[in-house]
């Protein structure tokens, strides 16, 4: 496994009213956080906060190119983000739901206590099949075939980058003492959106890149 420090690139926050950052998803524009009692949207460019959405939000947050997905209190709900209507809602599995995300049609679900990510149907929420961590899962995010979840025990945290097909550990990023990661997020190019937790703060990390290979 290759291990580095995480490179961090800046960071936003705190924001008024926002005492937990929670879950994190990137629309292309603007990135969304889960503030507990509902969804930001953050200009990255600016820093500031443009809008909210009052939906329960306390866990991961996804994008799927249209609709928004957000876990609270045991359930996965499929938000219109023009209007912040809940269009429909799905069972999360138990164990601790943290973090969210999308790709290849199906949604990625970490889990903080259970230690495990599964690939779940978006329409039923069944699990699709499993992998399984040692260590605590918060956020997950894909990133041009690479998956990627935050940990967080204690006062260390990281990013991992995963084998999809096995869950083999292949990269660690390690963040700086006391520099939690709750929700993750890639831009789809060369930065991961980080969520600090209780800190209220978003931190930017760079990707490393590997020439082109997965």
């Known amino acids: 496994m290759k291990r580095s420090a995480a490179e961090i690139l800046g ?5 008024p009213g926002v005492d937990h950052v929670h879950g994190v998803t990137y629309d292309g524009r603007q990135i969304w956080l889960a503030a507990g009692d509902g ?3 953050l200009d990255p460019v600016s820093g ?3 809008r909210a959405i009052d ?13 928004l ?7 996965i709900q499929k938000i219109d983000p023009r209007t912040g209507r809940v269009l429909s809602t799905i069972p999360a599995p138990a164990g601790g739901n943290s973090g969210l995300a999308w790709a290849e049609g199906t949604l990625w679900l970490g889990q903080h206590r259970n230690r495990t990510i599964h690939q779940i149907d978006p329409e039923t929420g069944a699990i699709l099949r499993s992998l399984e961590s040692n260590r605590f899962v918060t956020g ?3 990133v041009e075939g690479e998956l990627w979840h935050g940990t967080w025990e204690g006062r260390e945290s990281e990013l991992r980058r995963l084998d999809p097909r096995t869950g083999e550990v292949l990269e660690s990023l390690d ?5 939690g990661v709750s929700g993750l ?3 789809g190019r060369d930065r991961f959106f980080c969520g600090g937790g209780s800190s209220g703060k978003l931190r930017v990390v760079r990707r490393p890149r590997r020439g082109g290979a997965a």
């Open 11 to 15: 960071e936003y926050g705190p924001f």
């Open 39 to 41: 969804l930001r949207a």
């Open 48 to 50: 500031t906060l443009l």
């Open 55 to 67: 939906v329960a939000a306390d866990a991961g947050t996804a994008f799927d190119g249209r609709h």
């Open 69 to 75: 997905y957000q876990l609270a209190e045991g359930r």
């Open 140 to 142: 997950v995010t894909w």
């Open 175 to 179: 963040m700086p003492p006391g520099t």
């Open 185 to 187: 997020e890639s831009d």
